[in-house]
């Protein structure tokens, strides 16, 4: 079975910064994601950036920045740079494969009604589109795959994907970090209102994204979504095609080749599904709230910089 986890950021930022807060020295950071994906059964996953600014090879371009720190792994893991959007990484008999993808969210002054494009094999991507359904047609053109994501409980949100859906690949069905219980947030936002704002994170985001996903007739997966690296592939998809040698892979067009296959021919299954605990999305969630600003990487490594 080859598992595949495709959206997963690995940890809240790539900056000095944020990896100081996971105790990850960034000349480690590809062993600490690698030794997650073996320890956790991913074949491949989707090392994911969203951000509004990207410098290629600067942290907000992760999968690029990934890219430069492999030279720091040990003598025991070998790795391929099979191009310049995709890696293998082997330890011993094992093998993991890390692909870029970018998650893009609407521009400034644009509203999407929470919905993003999650685009699977490159990131560097043009932001500036006003419509969403865009930069899928957008994505396709230059042979990505494209999944909506996004999708939360309001008639407005589910309305626009609803109108959209047709242009996509598939739909994220289900992220590990819609994990908190609706009645949760109800009953708490009418004492502390500010937690309204964790409303999208509920369980009931992946059961609007399944009901979108069965309204276009499009693959639903599974995605961990991980911002800390023991949650890389809590939820993941599996590819039962018979025809898969991940050995015989030479790039990034062969691997989407491969999934766009699988998904288009209904030969996966997303077969894990776990959540992320809720305490640590309210931890993220609060995280990002506090710090994720323009001050807090002065004088490191950012692109903002």
Same mark, same amino acid.
């Given at each position: 079975?080859?598992?595949?986890?495709?959206?997963?950021?690995?940890?809240?930022?790539?900056?000095?910064?944020?990896?100081?807060?996971?105790?990850?020295?960034?000349?480690?950071?590809?062993?600490?994601?690698?030794?997650?994906?073996?320890?956790?059964?991913?074949?491949?996953?989707?090392?994911?950036?969203?951000?509004?600014?990207?410098?290629?090879?600067?942290?907000?371009?992760?999968?690029?920045?990934?890219?430069?720190?492999?030279?720091?792994?040990?003598?025991?893991?070998?790795?391929?740079?099979?191009?310049?959007?995709?890696?293998?990484?082997?330890?011993?008999?094992?093998?993991?494969?890390?692909?870029? /993808?970018?998650?893009?969210?609407?521009?400034?002054?644009?509203?999407?009604?929470?919905?993003?494009?999650?685009?699977?094999?490159?990131?560097?991507?043009?932001?500036?589109?006003?419509?969403?359904?865009?930069?899928?047609?957008?994505?396709?053109?230059?042979?990505?795959?494209?999944?909506?994501?996004?999708?939360?409980?309001?008639?407005?949100?589910?309305?626009?994907?609803?109108?959209?859906?047709?242009?996509?690949?598939?739909?994220?069905?289900?992220?590990?970090?819609?994990?908190?219980?609706?009645?949760?947030?109800?009953?708490?936002?009418?004492?502390?209102?500010?937690?309204?704002?964790?409303?999208?994170?509920?369980? /009931?985001?992946?059961?609007?994204?399944?009901?979108?996903?069965?309204?276009?007739?499009?693959?639903?997966?599974?995605?961990?979504?991980?911002?800390?690296?023991?949650?890389?592939?809590?939820?993941?998809?599996?590819?039962? /095609?018979?025809?898969?040698?991940?050995e015989d892979i030479e790039g990034i067009e062969d691997m989407v080749q491969i999934l766009s296959y699988s998904f288009k021919s209904r030969e996966y299954?997303?077969?894990?599904?776990?959540?992320?605990?809720?305490?640590?999305?309210?931890?993220?969630?609060?995280?990002?709230?506090?710090?994720?600003?323009?001050?807090?990487?002065?004088?490191?490594?950012?692109?903002?910089?």
């Amino acid at each position: 079975m080859v598992s595949a986890d495709l959206r997963s950021f690995g940890t809240i930022g790539f900056q000095d910064f944020w990896l100081a807060r996971h105790n990850i020295k960034p000349e480690n950071l590809p062993k600490v994601l690698a030794d997650s994906c073996f320890k956790n059964n991913v074949s491949i996953t989707a090392i994911t950036s969203e951000d509004d600014k990207m410098v290629q090879g600067m942290p907000e371009d992760r999968f690029g920045y990934f890219r430069s720190l492999l030279r720091n792994l040990p003598g025991n893991y070998a790795f391929n740079e099979l191009d310049e959007n995709l890696v293998r990484i082997r330890r011993d008999r094992e093998i993991v494969y890390f692909l870029n /993808s970018e998650t893009i969210h609407a521009p400034h002054g644009t509203d999407w009604n929470g919905l993003k494009a999650h685009i699977i094999g490159a990131n560097m991507l043009k932001k500036d589109y006003q419509k969403i359904e865009d930069v899928a047609m957008y994505a396709q053109d230059k042979g990505l795959l494209s999944f909506l994501t996004g999708i939360h409980n309001s008639s407005a949100c589910k309305n626009m994907a609803t109108g959209v859906i047709d242009n996509f690949d598939g739909v994220i069905t289900y992220d590990s970090n819609n994990c908190i219980n609706p009645k949760v947030v109800r009953v708490a936002s009418r004492f502390v209102p500010k937690i309204n704002k964790l409303w999208r994170y509920t369980r /009931s985001s992946n059961d609007a994204a399944k009901l979108i996903s069965n309204i276009g007739n499009k693959p639903g997966i599974a995605v961990s979504s991980s911002h800390w690296p023991h949650q890389m592939g809590r939820a993941m998809i599996a590819l039962y /095609s018979k025809g898969i040698i991940l050995e015989d892979i030479e790039g990034i067009e062969d691997m989407v080749q491969i999934l766009s296959y699988s998904f288009k021919s209904r030969e996966y299954d997303s077969f894990k599904r776990d959540e992320n605990h809720p305490l640590r999305v309210m931890y993220l969630a609060s995280e990002l709230a506090i710090y994720a600003k323009p001050s807090t990487y002065r004088g490191s490594l950012s692109s903002y910089n």
